[in-house]
């Protein structure tokens, strides 16, 4: 049978999280407000008015453009890309066309091994073909066979940003978006909430005989709304390509649909030709013109990404790959870990142990903002100093988290107040332990027997009536010093 490959690339829409329009003071987002509420004669296109460029808009355009290691030109322009559509009141949408705000630039993908075919990790070089500023159309939906219009979106900025035809398997494009939602969250540029249309996805799809190098008819696939629905949609394009070329037949250009409820692709239109969308520069605005000084200004604060910051935590921590990539999922997180493995100076791996089994479920059970949390760094820290030096248990220390986060105190007071720490004292534990002992003489006696395996359930007894806070070693050690004195 013969072997295929598929050749797929991304184009996506995201929206960025300024407070107001790209060429007007309208707020941007407005995904709970009703039709028509958020527009104004700019972005409606009335006649007799200007644009004027949200300077933000170009400033979170220039941190990508450096995380996706693209050029930013120094000077680029607005063109006008034009078409007729019912939710583009101008006629036109201003875009970047031939000399947009950066050019070229990657991503170097790490595809873990679960969403590998042979289950072995790997890297996928992505290029970016596009990278450029444009405006967003308006909302068109259909309602009881009547389509309705909403502006609200008109002018909302987004960056535009395509990929080349590197992606390979559906698997490889949803982890291009998770990665890509992730670094737009870690540079703090937009919310990337595929639900709400922050971040939007349409997939080229084409297949060909393994080992080939030309590319094939494609299809294109919109409207698909979620990072697993575009997995699936990609999955099964696929199939259906390969299926249609094995009885013999040919791909067809066609642009298709992705119905969500019925998990199913439905031809839109056929896709013959590219549309003549007539672009000419924008002459109601200046060029973008990034000198040095702007872009050092922008760039100043310029994080470590997500992906470098993993490699270097497995490489200064000595952490597993599968921690690192937890740790690092988000910007604030992946600090709050840092600050604590600094404030404790103990094993880092026993942090990320505490962080992601305990703490972690705390943040998500609660919704909880790792830096406004009341359990910081500092107090997390307090608490394995404690667990290591004898002071608590583990149990104590796991439930000093939730009682550190509700009170604000430290965890150190708290121990004091409720007497939570264990009791070390010889005579104290020497009492329970002879109680123990002399409630239960068979165990005694079978323990003198030479079932020595016995003394973990000694132990126990002696935890049990002291309610966990006995230092279990000096507990075991009484209790073995009491049975085999007797017994000589
Ligand atoms: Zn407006």
Not at 404 to 433: F, H, N, Y
Request: proline content about 5%; glycine content about 6%; aromatic content about 6%.
């Amino acid at each position: 049978m013969t072997d295929y490959e598929a050749v797929i690339g991304l184009e996506t829409h995201i929206q960025l999280n300024t407070v107001t329009k790209v060429f007007c003071s309208c707020k941007a987002d407005s995904w709970f407000d009703p039709p028509h509420t958020n527009i104004c004669p700019v972005c409606c296109g009335l006649p007799g008015v200007l644009p004027v460029l949200n300077k933000a808009v170009v400033e979170k355009g220039v941190l990508l453009a450096r995380a996706m290691n693209a050029e930013i030109r120094p000077l680029s322009f607005f063109d006008r890309k034009n078409y007729f559509y019912p939710d583009l009141p101008k006629g036109y949408q201003i875009s970047q066309f031939d000399q947009s705000l950066a050019r070229g630039g990657y991503l170097d993908l790490p595809i873990p091994a679960a969403a590998s075919p042979d289950k072995q990790a790997y890297t996928r070089h992505v290029t970016i073909w596009k990278l450029h500023i444009e405006e967003d159309a308006g909302k068109t939906k259909v309602s009881n066979q009547r389509r309705l219009i909403d502006f609200n979106r008109c002018g909302v900025p987004l960056v535009e940003m395509v990929t080349g035809p590197d992606l390979r398997t559906a698997d490889e494009a949803a982890q291009y978006l998770i990665r890509l939602r992730q670094l737009l969250r870690w540079l703090g540029i937009s919310e990337a909430d595929m639900e709400k249309a922050h971040l939007r996805c349409d997939a080229n799809v084409s297949i060909r005989v393994r080992g080939e190098t030309k590319l094939n008819p494609k299809t294109e696939i919109k409207n698909v709304n979620s990072i697993d629905a575009v997995r699936e949609a990609i999955a099964r394009e696929i199939e259906r390509q390969i299926r249609e070329v094995e009885a013999g037949r040919h791909i067809e250009a066609w642009t298709l649909e992705w119905d969500e409820d019925s998990g199913t692709l439905k031809k839109m239109r056929s896709k013959e030709t590219e549309a003549d969308y007539r672009y000419f520069r924008e002459p109601d605005l200046l060029p973008i013109r990034l000198d040095e000084g702007w872009q050092r200004q922008i760039l100043a604060d310029f994080p470590e990404l997500p992906l470098e910051r993993r490699a270097r935590f497995v490489e200064q921590y000595n952490l597993p790959e599968y921690d690192a990539d937890i740790l690092t999922s988000e910007r604030k997180l992946s600090d709050y870990y840092e600050n604590t493995v600094k404030s404790y100076g103990g094993d880092p791996k026993k942090v990320s142990n505490w962080l992601m089994n305990d703490v972690l479920r705390m943040i998500n059970d609660q919704g909880l903002n790792p830096q406004e949390m009341q359990l910081t760094p500092d107090a997390l820290a307090e608490i394995l100093k404690l667990v290591d030096a004898g002071t608590i248990n583990i149990n104590t220390g796991k439930a000093l988290l939730q009682k550190v986060q509700e009170s604000g105190k430290k965890p150190g007071a708290i121990v004091a107040e409720e007497g939570l720490g264990l009791v070390s004292d010889d005579s104290t534990i020497r009492e329970v332990c002879q109680a123990v002992l002399a409630e239960s003489p068979n165990e005694v006696a079978a323990y003198r027997a030479g079932k020595v395996t016995l003394i973990g359930w000694f132990v126990g007894g002696v935890m049990k009536k002291m309610r966990g806070k006995a230092d279990a070693s000096l507990a075991r050690q009484i209790l073995e010093d009491l049975l085999n004195e007797k017994n000589g």
